[in-house]
């Protein structure tokens, strides 16, 4: 691997995202560059498709947390709800660098990938990862020496974590949300509804 231009690694631009109690963790690779943002948080640029699948998914509505006339999101109503369902939002991507200047994950190098371990140690209650596309799946399936999922589906993963805790969780693997990956937001909904209606079914038990 060639060595990289310490002007050219990226360091992840955003806090982790995670409430008290979270179950779940969604990581994707890597956000966009800056320009393309609509608002400062996971899956930021407004041609993403996540929060209209957590839309669809949870409220048959894919315009729910989309704030159309700003061209963004509704970013508080947004948190709050990941809160409510125990959802948390790291990226696999601590420093990256992007070998064509764009965003694609073809194009995405990982210098330095998610610290699972220590991340974990923060979410004591977490039994599920999702993954967002190939390159995420393929980092976290690496850290966990683990088969990577197909698409939709999950592979069971144990990692010890930063406390030398024993953990176990199931990895989902799901299509990329971004606009450029060839599948309609319908479909894309349905692969995540799998694994995020189980969460709130879990969520409502509770």
Same mark, same amino acid.
């Given at each position: 691997m060639p060595q990289a231009n310490s002007a050219d690694i990226e360091k992840h631009p955003f806090a982790p995202f995670f409430p008290e109690g979270a179950r779940l963790l969604m990581c994707g #690779?890597?956000?966009?560059?800056?320009s393309?943002? %609509?608002m400062k948080f996971y899956y930021p640029n407004f041609s993403n498709d996540m929060w209209r699948v957590f839309g669809l998914v949870f409220f048959n509505d894919a315009e729910k947390f989309v704030d159309r006339e700003h061209k963004t999101y509704r970013l508080a109503e947004l948190q709050a709800f990941l809160a409510s369902k125990g959802v948390a939002l790291s990226d #696999? &991507? %601590?420093e990256i660098v +992007? #070998? =064509?200047?764009?965003a694609s994950d073809k194009d995405l190098r990982i210098e330095r990938p998610i610290d699972l371990a220590g991340v974990l140690a923060q979410l004591p209650d977490v039994t599920a990862l999702i993954t967002t &596309?190939?390159?995420a799946a393929q980092t976290i399936a690496g850290i966990c020496d683990a088969p990577v999922p197909a698409m939709g589906e999950y592979v069971d993963c144990r990692i010890?974590? !930063?406390? &030398? +805790?024993?953990? %176990?969780?199931?990895?989902? +693997?799901?299509?990329?949300s971004s606009r450029a990956y060839p599948m309609k937001l319908q479909? =894309? !909904?349905?692969?995540? !509804?799998?694994?995020? $209606?189980?969460?709130? $079914?879990e969520?409502?038990? %509770?």
């Open positions: #690779t890597f956000p966009a560059q800056p393309r943002w %609509s #696999t &991507g %601590s +992007r #070998t =064509k200047g764009n &596309g190939m390159l010890v974590d !930063a406390d &030398g +805790r024993d953990r %176990s969780f199931r990895h989902w +693997r799901m299509p990329s479909l =894309k !909904a349905q692969y995540y !509804a799998r694994a995020l $209606t189980l969460l709130n $079914t969520n409502n038990d %509770s």
